[in-house]
Nanobody, 122 residues
Framework: QVQLVESGGGLVQAGGSLRLSCAAS????????MGWFRQAPGKEREFVAAISWSAGSTYVVESVKGRFTISRDNAKNTVYLQMNSLKPEDTAIYYC???????????????WGQGTQVTVSS
């Protein structure tokens, strides 16, 4: 079992930055690929970014490319999502997830955090 706890969300003006953290406990996170997803009000949860267990592979969705960066520190059992140049359309609840395989679909992840709210004002 892996427990995931996100933090770092909040209210920020458009153009600002936030760094989300996801702390893992239980089975070591270093064996798992990690992903970030988000769900805006009235919309389906969508994939944002993923990172392989070794951090050798990363991927971010096109809508955030150049603005968001995913990284991890296995020594701290933590994965990060650095979000720069935030836009109002980035407003959502952000979830981190852990899974055996590095992928872009929710079905590929076995463990989920409770989410952290990110609100970007215009």
């Amino acid at each position: 079992q892996v427990q995931l706890v996100e933090s770092g969300g909040g209210l920020v003006q458009a153009g600002g930055s936030l760094r989300l953290s996801c702390a893992a406990s239980g089975r070591t996170q270093s064996s798992y690929a990690m992903g970030w997803f988000r769900q805006a009000p009235g919309k389906e949860r969508e994939f944002v970014a993923a990172i392989s267990w070794s951090a050798g592979s990363t991927y971010v969705v096109e809508s955030v490319k150049g603005r968001f960066t995913i990284s991890r520190d296995n020594a701290k059992n933590t994965v990060y999502l650095q979000m720069n140049s935030l836009k109002p359309e980035d407003t959502a609840i952000y979830y981190c997830a852990a899974g055996e395989y590095y992928g872009m679909t929710q079905d590929e992840y076995d463990y989920w955090g409770q989410g952290t709210q990110v609100t970007v004002s215009s």
